[in-house]
């Protein structure tokens, strides 16, 4: 006899207890609880998994997967990692490679080559909208936000070091709270008054 509704999960217009049975005869399915029905896990999943997506796999079918969320789960991927992450290669899990999440300060959609903090295409930030500079007129960090933090001014890049869309924020001098330029008469603000 053919049921009306079923009481748990429908797969191929049959009444099962559980999508889970199917996972001996090499079928990978996951149970739907809003359908009430046994969909099949996503094609980059290495087996089962627990919901619809290539996020919800237990295991990759590929060797490169990228965190959802910290401690939450992986996402499996193709072959390149996914839009402002990188491929850590000195970390790998099972020989799994991880995709890393890019630093904060690069600017989105950009992405990255590695970990660095700064503007630099091979293993650190692909493009970013304010480099903050150390005294020595080195990098320190890229940030998002496109105005210079407090006790730094923004500084014209006459040498043409870096791509004229970004912001460069030199810091002040170190009697200065404020300032518009290098230099302690440049101070707007002093930090001894």
Do not use: W
Not at 3 to 10: G, M, P
Not at 78 to 88: A, G, K, L, R, S
């Amino acid at each position: 006899t053919q049921c009306v509704t079923c009481i748990k999960f429908l797969y191929n217009g049959q009444c099962v207890p559980s999508c889970e049975n199917f996972n001996a005869l090499g079928i990978h399915l996951y149970s739907n609880s809003t359908t009430r029905t046994c969909e099949l896990c996503d094609p980059f999943c290495n087996g089962s998994c627990v919901g619809q997506g290539p996020a919800q796999c237990n295991r990759c079918l590929t060797d490169l997967f990228v965190r959802v969320n910290e401690g939450t789960g992986i996402q499996c991927l193709n072959e390149t990692c996914i839009i402002d992450t990188y491929v850590d290669t000195n970390i790998t899990t099972d020989s799994k490679m991880e995709c890393l999440s890019c630093f904060s300060g690069c600017t989105a959609g950009f992405g990255c080559g590695g970990p660095l903090t700064i503007l630099n295409s091979t293993n650190g930030c692909n493009h970013c909208n304010t480099i903050i500079l150390k005294r020595n007129g080195e990098q320190d960090y890229c940030q998002r936000d496109l105005t210079c933090p407090s006790r730094y001014y923004q500084l014209e890049d006459d040498q043409d070091l870096f791509p004229s869309d970004i912001t460069l924020c030199s810091p002040c001098h170190e009697l200065c709270a404020t300032c518009s330029g290098a230099g302690v008469e440049r101070c707007e603000l002093c930090m001894f008054v």
